[in-house]
């Protein structure tokens, strides 16, 4: 009994503490209670707001943030919703003069007229939908940034097409079918650039997650410009110099938003631009640039649309070309890659022919996704080199297999990504065998 006793009194003497964590990922948990035991008496501490704050932060990102994201997630996300921000309340005044064109709130106008009319806009943005992933399809994986720029910039000629609609009534059915096939390259851009965005952004195999998230975010900055797009709409009514100063006020601010945007990006997939910029670097200096160096570096809009800014790194890529049917090669061509094969090439998986300003590339039957990256890095030593002798290829092939190994490892420690090549997809191919035959009559 007396045993029993001093225990007693040393337990109560101890004072214990049980601490209460929320979270899903152990680098990111929030502490929302804490109980003490001193004795008999037992005390709680409750840290209920914090807890209530992060259950509805979770609502809006990812499980895990910030770990489970890419550095450039948040300031992305800033500038994507505040343009999407402008682009509802943008929404509201080119609707309203689209419907007011149609002749919603007119009695002499007839409803069948009105459906046709909206029918025909929604079919012609079917069409073109179509008609750009059949044209431009295989090239917005690897170009993501340039295509989600250009996506909003087709979104804001767009609405400028139903503001403007009103203005010419006998135009009315051009303009607004013009308006719906702009809308709809904003469709198919922005929705293929976001899957590939959203690849990036997942470190944890976390795209759905964050695609959903993504949603959440946009279904509140879609409440947000309804609201006040309804009120800009209310204020600007019948007030046209004030419409259009709106519109074209916060169209500025939503390019400016979308190019911060994009800017903010810091893709660790290899295309061929940012190819031509890591390797013409690695070349002169022997370093290797990280992702976040060449977001820097590399264009956002089309080279046409910034011709006066670029030099010959951004430039070198645009020598490469993969798309080189053999049949279509003319019999000069045809030896001098005959001569290729059985003598620089005869044991790859690719061949590089030298023209006057290209140089195509020729992948073998059974190349895989890192022969046509190795192949596309080898060409671009070729145009390096500009030597228009056979030499050349003597010494990129020196170069290559002295570098290109190194280069390859040295690009995955710094968050690479090297098993393939964004680039639009290598339509044809080729096999080739050498063979002798000594022929005795």
Known sequence: MEGDSSLTRQLRS????????????????????????????????????????????????????PSSVTPDYVPFQIWDSLQGLSTYMRTMLSTQALLSAIGVGEKSATVLGATFQWFLRDLTGMLGGVLFTFYQGSNLDSNAKMWRLVADLMNDLGMLMDLVSPLFPSAFVFIVCLGSISRSFTGVASGATRAALTQHFALQNNAADISAKEGSQETVATMIGMALGMLLA??????????????????????????????????????????????????????????KQVSTMEHILPLWMTSWTANSVKYLHQRVRFRCPVSSLTS??????????????????????????????????????????????????????????????????????????????????????????????????ANWFISSSDEKD
């Open 234 to 291: 209310r204020i600007t009514m019948g007030h046209s110099m004030a419409i259009w100063f709106c519109f074209l006020s916060l169209t500025i601010f939503h390019m400016y938003a979308n190019y911060m945007a994009v800017r903010c990006l810091s893709l660790a997939t290899l295309n061929c631009e940012r190819s031509s910029i890591l390797l013409s670097h690695y070349m002169e200096t022997g370093q290797v640039l990280s992702p």
């Open 14 to 65: 101890e004072i214990a503490v049980i601490e209460e964590w929320n979270g899903t990922a152990s680098s990111k948990l929030t502490k929302t209670a804490t109980i003490t035991v001193a004795g008999d008496s037992i005390r709680k501490s409750a840290l209920r707001f914090n807890h209530l704050s992060r259950r509805i932060l979770d609502a809006f990102v990812p499980e895990g943030f």
């Open 332 to 429: 000069d061509e045809v030896v001098d890659l005959s001569s290729l094969a059985s003598s620089y090439y005869n044991k790859g998986k690719y061949i590089l022919l030298a023209r006057t300003s290209t140089i195509s590339v020729v992948m073998h039957r059974d190349s895989t996704a890192a022969d046509v990256l190795q192949a596309f890095m080898h060409a671009l030593v070729l145009a390096k080199l500009d030597d228009k002798d056979k030499t050349m290829h003597i010494e990129s092939q020196s170069w290559m297999a002295k570098n290109y190994e190194l280069l390859v490892l040295e690009l995955k420690s710094l968050g690479w990504r090297t098993e393939r090549l964004l680039s639009p997809s290598v339509a044809w191919k």
